[in-house]
T-cell receptor, first 112, second 115 residues
Framework: SQQGEEDPQALSIQEGENATMNCSYK?????LQWYRQNSGRGLVHLIL?????REKHSGRLRVTLDTSKKSSSLLITASRAADTASYFC????????????FGSGTQLTVLP | NAGVTQTPKFRVLKTGQSMTLLCAQD?????MYWYRQDPGMGLRLIHY???????AKGEVPDGYNVSRLKKQNFLLGLESAAPSQTSVYFC??????????????FGAGTRLSVL
Protein backbone atom coordinates (compact mmCIF):
# COMPACT_ATOMS: atom_id res chain seq x y z
CA SER A 1 0.00 0.00 0.00
CA GLN A 2 1.11 3.55 -0.62
CA GLN A 3 2.66 5.17 2.45
CA GLY A 4 2.53 8.67 1.01
CA GLU A 5 -0.27 10.53 -0.65
CA GLU A 6 0.53 13.64 -2.59
CA ASP A 7 -1.52 16.71 -3.18
CA PRO A 8 -2.28 18.02 -5.69
CA GLN A 9 -2.12 15.24 -8.26
CA ALA A 10 -1.42 17.82 -10.95
CA LEU A 11 -0.26 21.43 -10.82
CA SER A 12 0.14 23.92 -13.65
CA ILE A 13 1.88 27.26 -13.10
CA GLN A 14 3.60 30.01 -15.05
CA GLU A 15 7.36 30.30 -15.24
CA GLY A 16 8.67 32.38 -12.35
CA GLU A 17 5.91 31.37 -9.95
CA ASN A 18 6.44 29.16 -6.92
CA ALA A 19 5.19 25.58 -6.84
CA THR A 20 4.15 23.83 -3.65
CA MET A 21 3.50 20.12 -3.36
CA ASN A 22 2.33 18.31 -0.27
CA CYS A 23 2.85 14.79 0.97
CA SER A 24 1.11 12.97 3.80
CA TYR A 25 2.20 9.64 5.24
CA LYS A 26 0.85 7.14 7.71
CA UNK A 27 3.54 5.67 9.95
CA UNK A 28 6.59 6.87 11.86
CA UNK A 29 9.52 7.65 9.62
CA UNK A 30 13.27 7.79 9.82
CA UNK A 31 13.54 10.21 6.93
CA LEU A 32 11.51 11.53 4.01
CA GLN A 33 12.89 12.10 0.54
CA TRP A 34 11.71 13.86 -2.58
CA TYR A 35 12.44 12.56 -6.06
CA ARG A 36 11.88 13.97 -9.49
CA GLN A 37 10.98 12.03 -12.63
CA ASN A 38 11.15 13.56 -16.07
CA SER A 39 8.87 12.00 -18.66
CA GLY A 40 10.14 8.60 -19.75
CA ARG A 41 13.10 8.66 -17.37
CA GLY A 42 14.13 7.21 -14.04
CA LEU A 43 13.78 8.96 -10.70
CA VAL A 44 16.39 11.37 -9.44
CA HIS A 45 16.90 12.15 -5.77
CA LEU A 46 16.37 15.80 -4.87
CA ILE A 47 16.51 16.22 -1.11
CA LEU A 48 16.28 14.27 2.16
CA UNK A 49 14.93 15.50 5.46
CA UNK A 50 15.42 13.55 8.68
CA UNK A 51 12.62 13.00 11.18
CA UNK A 52 14.26 15.38 13.68
CA UNK A 53 14.52 18.20 11.14
CA ARG A 54 11.76 20.69 10.38
CA GLU A 55 13.08 22.48 7.31
CA LYS A 56 15.78 22.02 4.73
CA HIS A 57 16.95 24.01 1.73
CA SER A 58 18.79 23.09 -1.42
CA GLY A 59 19.10 25.74 -4.10
CA ARG A 60 15.56 26.64 -5.17
CA LEU A 61 14.08 23.78 -3.16
CA ARG A 62 12.66 24.08 0.33
CA VAL A 63 11.30 21.08 2.19
CA THR A 64 9.38 21.17 5.45
CA LEU A 65 8.43 18.28 7.68
CA ASP A 66 5.75 18.18 10.36
CA THR A 67 5.94 14.82 12.10
CA SER A 68 2.97 15.64 14.35
CA LYS A 69 0.79 15.95 11.24
CA LYS A 70 2.70 13.31 9.31
CA SER A 71 3.13 15.66 6.39
CA SER A 72 5.80 17.31 4.27
CA SER A 73 5.84 19.97 1.62
CA LEU A 74 8.18 20.70 -1.26
CA LEU A 75 8.45 24.29 -2.45
CA ILE A 76 10.15 25.11 -5.73
CA THR A 77 10.80 28.82 -6.00
CA ALA A 78 11.05 30.82 -9.23
CA SER A 79 10.05 27.81 -11.32
CA ARG A 80 11.38 27.21 -14.82
CA ALA A 81 10.00 25.29 -17.76
CA ALA A 82 12.75 22.73 -17.11
CA ASP A 83 11.15 21.97 -13.72
CA THR A 84 8.25 20.29 -15.54
CA ALA A 85 8.26 16.73 -14.20
CA SER A 86 6.58 14.41 -11.72
CA TYR A 87 7.61 14.79 -8.11
CA PHE A 88 7.37 11.96 -5.60
CA CYS A 89 7.80 11.85 -1.88
CA UNK A 90 9.21 8.67 -0.39
CA UNK A 91 9.53 7.62 3.21
CA UNK A 92 11.96 5.42 5.05
CA UNK A 93 10.05 3.98 7.95
CA UNK A 94 11.65 3.19 11.27
CA UNK A 95 10.81 -0.48 10.96
CA UNK A 96 11.98 -0.97 7.36
CA UNK A 97 15.08 1.12 7.05
CA UNK A 98 16.18 -0.56 3.85
CA UNK A 99 13.01 0.27 1.92
CA UNK A 100 11.53 3.38 0.41
CA UNK A 101 7.76 3.69 0.14
CA PHE A 102 6.62 6.10 -2.55
CA GLY A 103 3.63 8.36 -2.87
CA SER A 104 1.59 8.60 -6.03
CA GLY A 105 3.26 11.79 -7.21
CA THR A 106 2.44 15.31 -8.35
CA GLN A 107 2.69 16.17 -12.03
CA LEU A 108 4.07 19.70 -12.29
CA THR A 109 3.78 21.64 -15.52
CA VAL A 110 5.59 24.97 -15.77
CA LEU A 111 4.36 27.04 -18.68
CA PRO A 112 6.85 29.33 -20.44
CA ASN B 1 30.07 7.04 -14.79
CA ALA B 2 27.21 4.74 -15.82
CA GLY B 3 25.47 4.48 -12.42
CA VAL B 4 22.56 2.05 -12.78
CA THR B 5 22.03 0.42 -16.17
CA GLN B 6 18.96 -1.56 -17.14
CA THR B 7 18.60 -3.86 -20.12
CA PRO B 8 16.55 -4.13 -22.22
CA LYS B 9 14.88 -0.72 -22.50
CA PHE B 10 11.76 -2.05 -24.22
CA ARG B 11 10.23 -5.48 -24.59
CA VAL B 12 6.99 -6.95 -25.87
CA LEU B 13 6.01 -10.41 -24.66
CA LYS B 14 3.16 -12.74 -25.33
CA THR B 15 1.21 -14.15 -22.41
CA GLY B 16 3.05 -17.12 -20.95
CA GLN B 17 6.49 -16.19 -22.24
CA SER B 18 9.38 -15.73 -19.88
CA MET B 19 12.09 -13.11 -19.70
CA THR B 20 14.81 -11.71 -17.50
CA LEU B 21 15.50 -8.05 -16.85
CA LEU B 22 19.07 -7.18 -15.99
CA CYS B 23 20.21 -4.41 -13.68
CA ALA B 24 23.86 -3.51 -13.24
CA GLN B 25 25.36 -0.87 -10.96
CA ASP B 26 28.94 0.33 -10.83
CA UNK B 27 28.80 2.20 -7.50
CA UNK B 28 29.65 -0.79 -5.28
CA UNK B 29 26.27 -0.45 -3.57
CA UNK B 30 25.09 -3.09 -1.14
CA UNK B 31 21.37 -2.64 -1.65
CA MET B 32 19.47 -3.15 -4.88
CA TYR B 33 15.77 -2.90 -5.66
CA TRP B 34 13.22 -3.70 -8.34
CA TYR B 35 10.09 -1.56 -8.64
CA ARG B 36 7.19 -1.38 -11.01
CA GLN B 37 5.40 1.82 -11.97
CA ASP B 38 1.90 1.83 -13.35
CA PRO B 39 0.11 4.87 -14.84
CA GLY B 40 -0.80 7.50 -12.28
CA MET B 41 0.88 5.63 -9.47
CA GLY B 42 4.07 5.80 -7.58
CA LEU B 43 6.62 3.02 -7.51
CA ARG B 44 5.81 -0.28 -5.83
CA LEU B 45 8.59 -2.49 -4.54
CA ILE B 46 8.73 -5.97 -6.07
CA HIS B 47 11.86 -7.49 -4.53
CA TYR B 48 15.04 -6.19 -3.02
CA UNK B 49 18.48 -7.38 -1.96
CA UNK B 50 20.63 -6.24 0.94
CA UNK B 51 23.76 -7.94 -0.36
CA UNK B 52 25.23 -10.51 -2.70
CA UNK B 53 23.38 -13.81 -2.44
CA UNK B 54 20.40 -12.37 -0.53
CA UNK B 55 16.94 -11.39 -1.70
CA ALA B 56 13.68 -10.42 -0.01
CA LYS B 57 10.08 -9.81 -1.03
CA GLY B 58 8.64 -6.37 -1.36
CA GLU B 59 5.06 -5.20 -1.65
CA VAL B 60 4.13 -6.93 -4.94
CA PRO B 61 6.38 -10.01 -5.39
CA ASP B 62 3.90 -12.47 -6.93
CA GLY B 63 4.80 -13.60 -10.45
CA TYR B 64 8.43 -12.45 -10.17
CA ASN B 65 11.69 -14.00 -9.08
CA VAL B 66 15.06 -12.39 -8.50
CA SER B 67 18.68 -13.33 -8.10
CA ARG B 68 21.79 -11.47 -6.89
CA LEU B 69 24.68 -13.75 -7.71
CA LYS B 70 27.11 -10.85 -8.07
CA LYS B 71 27.13 -7.67 -6.01
CA GLN B 72 26.84 -5.45 -9.06
CA ASN B 73 23.96 -7.31 -10.75
CA PHE B 74 20.33 -7.85 -9.81
CA LEU B 75 18.13 -9.88 -12.13
CA LEU B 76 14.33 -9.83 -12.27
CA GLY B 77 12.63 -12.79 -13.88
CA LEU B 78 9.11 -13.32 -15.15
CA GLU B 79 8.51 -17.05 -15.54
CA SER B 80 5.12 -16.85 -17.23
CA ALA B 81 4.21 -13.31 -18.21
CA ALA B 82 0.65 -12.06 -17.74
CA PRO B 83 -1.01 -8.90 -19.12
CA SER B 84 -1.19 -7.57 -15.54
CA GLN B 85 2.60 -7.39 -15.61
CA THR B 86 2.55 -4.74 -18.34
CA SER B 87 4.36 -1.90 -16.63
CA VAL B 88 7.53 0.13 -16.45
CA TYR B 89 10.17 -1.56 -14.33
CA PHE B 90 12.84 0.38 -12.48
CA CYS B 91 15.94 -0.87 -10.78
CA UNK B 92 17.63 1.14 -8.04
CA UNK B 93 20.61 0.82 -5.78
CA UNK B 94 21.67 2.34 -2.48
CA UNK B 95 24.87 2.45 -0.50
CA UNK B 96 25.76 2.00 3.15
CA UNK B 97 22.84 3.00 5.39
CA UNK B 98 24.90 5.13 7.78
CA UNK B 99 26.21 7.25 4.94
CA UNK B 100 23.44 7.08 2.38
CA UNK B 101 20.26 6.91 4.53
CA UNK B 102 18.74 4.88 1.73
CA UNK B 103 19.04 7.53 -0.97
CA UNK B 104 18.44 5.48 -4.08
CA UNK B 105 19.87 5.79 -7.58
CA PHE B 106 17.62 4.69 -10.40
CA GLY B 107 18.05 3.23 -13.83
CA ALA B 108 16.20 4.58 -16.85
CA GLY B 109 13.56 1.87 -16.78
CA THR B 110 12.36 -1.06 -18.87
CA ARG B 111 9.02 -0.69 -20.61
CA LEU B 112 7.35 -4.08 -20.81
CA SER B 113 4.14 -4.91 -22.64
CA VAL B 114 2.53 -8.30 -22.26
CA LEU B 115 -0.03 -9.08 -24.96
Amino acid sequence: SQQGEEDPQALSIQEGENATMNCSYKTSINNLQWYRQNSGRGLVHLILIRSNEREKHSGRLRVTLDTSKKSSSLLITASRAADTASYFCATVTSGSARQLTFGSGTQLTVLP
Amino acid sequence: NAGVTQTPKFRVLKTGQSMTLLCAQDMNHEYMYWYRQDPGMGLRLIHYSVGEGTTAKGEVPDGYNVSRLKKQNFLLGLESAAPSQTSVYFCASSGNWLLAKNIQYFGAGTRLSVL
